[in-house]
Each structure stands twice: as structure tokens, then as C-alpha cells.
């Protein structure tokens, strides 16, 4: 049996709770689906930024710009330093705000100078130069990772469904269909689990909250990459994050896919699985209760 815990949407935050819970629970690993960077400055940015080919810091200024990040990437090290320094190894991917690029989801098309893409494209390896010093968080994303028999296989994050018709879309399709195919005999046996930051669009997961910027609002904003992966391959479980306000479970197939919620909020979920019956329970950790009191339903 294996214990595991998964969390996401950090934001800059990480609740003490879950140190509580790892102890308490005996767990033997976490999962993150990602969201370290909290995106601060989010509200100047859809005022001025969304749905337009426009770079913020053409708005207010490099300068401006240059301090706004490097804010937010230091809020991001708070959770990350928290993940760190558990006694159990954290398996991650990348969300959406942790600058990964949208080159697995569309063709990204440089119509502006080299000083635009300098520093838009800057921010992906600030990130990831942080996220290496911490040598006990493990990224998997468009690979796989493995604990004990278990194969978990990883997307990175991005924020809207992608285009089907792009290179870039069927380039990292290939790459996953290849590593579920690699693993096809684990697969069979209940013993891959999908992580990605984003739901499986048009699914009870991926449904945009009434406090959203008007023009997505109350639409699904999912992934066609994550469903379409499911779909054809069947893993026993898939786990997401991303839309805080639509967190639960649903099913393709025979895929059950939980979207674990915000750990900003102090939410997660606790999984037990069985390698050898490939058999799940979970249970959900829910943000309006207190510290050591946290088990919810299955």
C-alpha cells in the first residue's frame, strides 16, 4: 500500500497542516501539480495583457516589470522551501504560472523583436534556475517518474485547451501517447497515474467561476491534450489542479480524474493505493476545517 498526498495552486503559500498530515498519515510521497508562482500582479495583467499580443512590461516599464517577477518568484521559493524540506520526496510538475512555455500547445509565432521575446522568454529558465537547488522536489513533466511500482507521467501547465492542428500540439500528443505506450503492461495493471496541471476540458474539473475575467467566465477552459490522452489510454487515475473553484472528481471512461484543489486555500487530497489489486481511496482535504481535523469524504 501506498500513501500518497497531492497538492497544487500553491501561489507563494504553503499551509502547515500538511506537515501535520504527511507525519500523522505516514505518507510516503507528495505529488504536486504545480502553481508555485502566486502571478501577483495578475489583475495589471488582465487589464492590459489579456488577449492581446502585448507584453506587460511594455505597459508599465522593464524596470517595473523586472521587480514584479523577481516578486513573485521569491514568493514562489516559500513554497518550494516548505516541499523541500519534508521527509518525502515531491514528485512536480509545472503550472501555469511557473512561466512554462505554451510550445506544447500551439506554435508560438515571433512576429516582434528580439527584445520582446528576451524578455517575455526569460522568465521560464528564472524558474527553473530556482527550482533546482531544491534537489528533494522532482520534475516530471512530458516524462515519467517512478515510485516503487508505480509510473507516474507528467504535462506541464498552461491555461487555455490548445490547438489540435498545431506542430507543437502533436508533437508533445507523440510524446505522451509513446511513454503510455512504453508503459502499457503497467497501464493495464492499474499502476500509471496521468499528472497534469490543467483538467480534461468539458468535464465537471475545468468550469471557470463567476469571479473570472468576463470573457471566460462560466466556460470550460480544460485541456484537449489531457482528455484526449486519457481517452486512449485509460490510466487508473489522472490528477490536476488549475481551476480552484472546480475542484472534485470525475470519470472518463474508466478513468477517475480528480482536480485536487488550492493548497493556498489548505486544500489537497490523500491517496492509498494498492500496487498489487490496483485499487484507489482517497480522501479530500478540505479548507474550512482545522489543522488536525481534516478528513473528508471519499
Given at each position: ?71 513573485d518568484l521569491n514568493m514562489a521559493e516559500v513554497a518550494l522551501r516548505s516541499l523541500n524540506k ?7 510538475v509545472l503550472g501555469n504560472t511557473d512561466y512554462p512555455l505554451a510550445d506544447d500547445v500551439m ?188 478528513i473528508l469524504n471519499s
Open positions: 500500500m501506498i500513501k500518497f498526498l497531492v497538492l497544487g495552486d500553491f501561489h507563494g503559500k504553503f499551509s502547515k497542516k500538511f506537515e501535520i498530515i504527511i507525519k500523522r498519515e505516514k505518507i510516503d510521497l507528495v505529488v504536486s501539480v504545480g502553481d508555485y508562482v502566486p502571478f501577483h500582479y495578475r489583475k495589471l495583467w488582465f487589464k492590459h495583457c489579456f488577449g492581446k499580443d502585448i507584453g506587460l512590461w511594455e505597459i508599465i516599464g522593464k524596470k517595473k516589470y523586472k521587480e514584479l517577477i523577481l516578486k519534508l521527509h518525502v520526496l515531491v514528485f512536480t506554435d508560438e509565432k515571433k512576429k516582434r523583436g528580439k527584445e520582446y521575446y528576451k524578455f517575455e522568454w526569460d522568465r521560464p529558465k528564472l524558474f527553473l534556475d530556482r527550482l533546482k537547488k531544491y534537489r528533494n522536489i522532482r520534475r516530471f513533466d512530458y516524462s515519467h517518474i517512478k515510485f516503487n511500482n508505480i509510473i507516474f507521467i507528467g504535462m506541464r501547465g498552461h491555461s487555455f485547451p490548445g490547438r489540435v492542428k498545431s506542430k507543437a500540439y502533436k508533437k508533445h500528443n507523440k510524446i505522451l501517447n509513446d511513454l503510455f505506450n512504453k508503459f502499457k503492461k503497467e497501464n493495464k495493471k492499474g499502476k500509471v497515474i496521468f499528472v497534469s496541471h490543467i483538467p480534461p476540458i468539458n468535464t465537471r474539473l475545468d468550469k471557470i467561476g463567476t469571479k473570472a475575467h468576463k470573457r471566460v467566465r462560466g466556460t470550460h477552459r480544460g485541456s484537449k491534450l489531457v482528455r484526449r490522452i486519457i481517452e486512449r489510454h485509460q490510466p487508473l487515475l489522472h490528477l490536476c489542479g488549475h481551476v480552484h473553484e472546480s475542484c472534485g472528481k470525475d470519470n472518463i471512461g474508466k478513468t477517475l480524474t480528480i482536480n485536487v484543489g488550492s493548497a493556498y486555500e489548505g486544500q489537497g487530497v490523500l491517496i492509498e493505493l494498492d500496487e498489487n489489486k490496483g485499487k484507489i481511496s482517497y480522501k479530500r482535504i478540505p479548507s474550512t476545517m482545522a489543522k488536525k481535523s481534516y
